[in-house]
């Protein structure tokens, strides 16, 4: 509970229109995309500028509140779930792009930009800006940086953290940090910029980012290549890679989220495969050729029937039919506990084994997804939150995939991060040690754990 004159000293900050202490209105900012539990802040308020951001920080030091800095809220980790109360941060009024420099290739936006907002503005200016999560049409450039995000095009342009080459923030006592720079190369200091990235907003306040951009691609290909049997898919990939092919993107599909996204979508799927991996090699014309061909005789090696996209709007219809995976699975049932677990790329064969074998011990309904070109999965077991007991064998195949992941050298988060939901697991990826040397350095520069806490075991 925060007293009243205390409240009155935000409102002052950020003036009554981006101010917010009602129950009706606090109460959208209590949860976001993850199934945790939700919790109410006391209060919410939505600056404009750094200097704004760095007065209420300072406030929050000055009376002890715990501070939750929100982009758009689709996280899937419950990142942003106000667990110990206090002020939520909403970043969404800092959403300009400042600056597009198409010579040296970089960017310097706000963090509240829309990612796909600024993907279009980069890709207007004869550039691009490769990371691209599925969320993209709603997620923040700040929130895709303080969780890492990933996305289709992982696997050869890499994920948020391989594009950020400088961030402003504000540390928890107000001070203004700049990390990075404009510049390819840039050796001053620590790397405070790799600090912010995956940080979950528990290291500061990102008030503006620089971000790298590269060349547009010349040329591409883009294809859909079903198979009779998910492990051929598996061992397609591992092909492809062992053959040193880089797709651009190569996505996984299982039979049952093929036939759900056709049925919710329309978009024309062959509803019959086991499985069916969407693959996309581009660069210069030779090479797109080149690369074609071994990822042809794979896909052959395997009894993978592919299909070219001849036309753009083919190739755009593929790539909606995948990006709408998640909703379309989330229409089956009340609840969605979507998983990211991570392998290395040539033991996806033997995570969809042991997915299976998880499927079946616990009856659960799980339809599998993604990105598998760089060993990212999402099996996402469908379920009611209601149902206790149905939640109890949920948790308990979550339990065994990590388990199955971490045999298999694998990591508990491939791209959603840790938040509230995978605090459980993180011991067991990276021991006593680590998470203590993440508490001292989170003790150095926030004292008192006012900074999103009890997030990521912190
Ligand atoms: C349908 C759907 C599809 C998705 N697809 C993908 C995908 O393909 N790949 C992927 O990686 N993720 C995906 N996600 C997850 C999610 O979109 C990403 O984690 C995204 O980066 C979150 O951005 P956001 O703006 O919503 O941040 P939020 O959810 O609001 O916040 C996320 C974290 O960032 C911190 N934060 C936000 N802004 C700042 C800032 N300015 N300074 C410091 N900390 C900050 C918050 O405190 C929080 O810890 C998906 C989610 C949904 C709902």
Redesign the pocket.
């Known amino acids: 509970m925060i007293a009243k004159d205390v409240l009155a000293k935000f409102k002052g900050i950020v003036g009554e229109e981006d101010y917010w202490d009602q129950p009706t209105d606090l109460v959208l900012y209590s949860f976001?995309?993850s199934v945790e539990n939700p919790a109410l802040p006391d209060v919410v308020v939505r600056p404009e500028s750094t200097d704004e951001v760095a007065a209420i920080c300072r406030l929050c030091s000055d009376y002890d509140i715990p501070l939750?800095?929100?982009?758009?809220?689709?996280?899937?980790a419950g990142?942003?779930i106000p667990v110990a109360g206090g002020c939520v941060l909403l970043?969404t009024k800092m959403n300009k792009i400042l600056e597009i420099n198409t010579d040296d290739m970089y960017a310097v936006v706000q963090?509240g930009v829309i990612t796909l907002d600024f993907a279009t503005a980069v890709q207007e200016a004869g550039l691009f800006y490769p990371p691209d999560?599925?969320?993209q049409k709603?997620?923040?450039i700040?929130?895709?940086v303080?969780?890492n995000?990933?996305?289709l095009r992982g696997l050869k342009y890499g994920v948020t953290k391989d594009y950020v080459m400088g961030v402003t923030?504000c540390d928890m006592a107000g001070n203004i940090v700049k990390a990075g720079g404009k510049t390819v190369k840039l050796c001053t200091g620590f790397n405070l910029t790799g600090l912010m990235s995956q940080s979950?907003?528990q290291l500061?306040?990102?008030t503006e980012c620089i971000l790298k951009l590269v060349p547009p691609t010349k040329a591409h290909k883009a294809m859909l290549v079903s198979f009779k049997d998910i492990i051929d898919a598996g061992n397609t990939v591992s092909g492809i890679i062992r053959g040193h092919v880089l797709p651009a993107t190569m996505e996984l599909m299982d039979n049952f989220t093929i036939r759900t996204v056709h049925e919710a979508t329309g978009v024309p799927l062959p509803t019959d495969a086991a499985a069916l991996l969407l693959i996309e090699v581009d660069g210069h014309p030779a090479v797109v050729e080149e690369e074609y061909a071994i990822v042809q005789k794979v896909c052959a090696a395997n009894n993978g029937e592919i299909k070219i996209a001849a036309t753009a709007e083919e190739r755009e219809a593929l790539w909606e039919g995948r990006r709408k995976a998640?909703?379309s699975l989330a229409r089956l049932r009340p609840t969605l506990v979507l998983e990211d677990t991570t392998v290395p790329r040539t033991k996806i064969p033997d995570f969809l084994m042991a997915l299976d074998e998880i499927k079946n011990k616990y009856k659960l309904d799980i339809g599998t997804f993604g990105h598998a070109g760089d060993g990212n999965l999402h099996p996402t077991i469908l379920c009611d939150k209601r149902d206790a007991e149905e939640m109890q064998r949920v948790h308990a195949a979550v339990a065994d995939m990590f388990a199955a992941a971490l045999r298999l050298d694998g990591t508990c988060s491939g791209?959603?991060?840790i938040g509230l939901a995978k605090q459980r697991f993180m011991v067991d990826e990276v021991g006593e040690g680590t998470i203590n040397y993440m508490k001292s350095i989170k003790r150095g520069v926030d004292p008192k754990n006012l900074l999103?806490p009890h997030k990521q075991s912190i």
């Open positions: 976001d995309s939750i800095t929100r982009g758009s809220g689709t996280n899937l990142s942003t970043m963090p999560p599925g969320s709603m997620s923040t700040g929130g895709n303080a969780e995000a990933g996305g923030f979950e907003g500061g306040v990102m998640l909703s791209e959603h991060g999103n």
